[in-house]
């Protein structure tokens, strides 16, 4: 079992930066691929990012490629999500995936966070 808690979240104006973050809980993290998704009001949820179990690879949604980087620290039992220039259209609720591989399909992650709210205003 996993417990995943995001952090992180808030308001940010366009153009601005945040950095989300994800904690999980017992021994097995670094066993685990990670994800993060997003899910905006009367939208379904949808892929962000993806990184394997050693961090050795990444994959990202074409809508942040160049602005979003995903990255882990198996000591920590953590995994990030750097968010550069932000754009309204990326408002949603974001949530943390853990499970494998490192793909684009929620049904392949086990375990989820509860989400942490991103907005970004005009």
């Known amino acids: 079992q996993v417990q995943l808690v995001e952090s992180g979240g808030g308001l940010v104006q366009a153009g601005g930066s945040l950095r989300l973050s994800c904690a999980a809980s017992?021994?097995?993290?670094?066993?685990?691929?990670m994800g993060w998704f997003r899910q905006a009001p009367g939208k379904e949820r949808e892929f962000v990012a993806a990184i394997s179990r050693n961090g050795g690879s990444t994959t990202y949604a074409d809508s942040v490629k160049g602005r979003f980087t995903i990255s882990r620290d198996n000591a920590k039992n953590t995994v990030y999500l750097q968010m550069n220039s932000l754009k309204p259209e990326d408002t949603a609720v974001y949530y943390c995936?853990?499970?494998?591989?490192?793909?684009?399909?929620?049904?392949?992650?086990?375990?989820w966070g509860q989400g942490t709210q991103v907005t970004v205003s005009s």
């Open positions: 017992g021994r097995t993290f670094s066993t685990y691929a």
């Open positions: 995936a853990a499970g494998g591989p490192a793909t684009m399909f929620p049904y392949a992650y086990d375990y």
